[in-house]
């Protein structure tokens, strides 16, 4: 028997009947014709529903006669950065309605820094206080046409939680000298602040915009009293 493997011989196979039969290779369109039958072709994606993205994408402008034209809302239509924020200072007043423990604690702490410094100065702290809400309390209801005008308490505890910047002042006092430099700038900054954010409540309180000057300008007398007792 010639050997199988040698070169140019002809490939064979023993079936089961333990014969043994030429193996005989198909033609080239035979085996063309074999390769199609048994590769399957690849089938097109069909979704069953159509894409649809979850957000959609709005320009915000047109064209209208050649001309393109923003569609965006007007920054003068929009409201205040304040409402934005959900910052309303007639809440705030409401809520500083009564509270008086906060204005007495800003006090004692105010003393307490002055007596660091060698001054004793309680009695000007709480007589400047007391004498100064009575004396603006007159002063807001004589001003306002609101029939029944704004209590004393109140008066009292927007007064006291704007003297914070004041009892920093007194803070700072005790580490530094606030008689150079440094107080120039610290002193009318800390007045300006407490006298902007006592007259932004009660015109909020009184609905007084018109008289907010008139305002303004007894709590800026008070408040600079104060930083006169901090610094001297």
Known sequence: MSDPFAPGAQPWFTDPSGGSSAFQPLPPQQQQQQHHRHVQQPQAFMPS???VPATSFTPNYSVEGGKLTSTASNFDDEPPL???LGINFSSIARMAD???AAPLVFCLVMGFFLML???LHFGYVFGFAVSGSMALWVVLNLMTPRDEGIRLHVVVSVLGYALIPI???????????LRGPLGYVLVPGAVGW????ATRFFEAALAA????YLIAYPSFLLYACFALIAVF
Do not use: I, M, Y
Not at 194 to 197: E, F, H
Not at 209 to 212: A, L, V
């Open 117 to 119: 410094t060698g001054k």
């Open 49 to 51: 529903q159509p894409f």
């Open 209 to 212: 915009r018109e008289q907010r």
């Open 194 to 197: 407490c006298t902007l954010t």
């Open 98 to 100: 009564g509270d008086l």
């Open 167 to 177: 009892v920093g002042l007194a803070g700072v006092a005790v580490f530094v000298s």
């Open 82 to 84: 304040l409402v934005e």
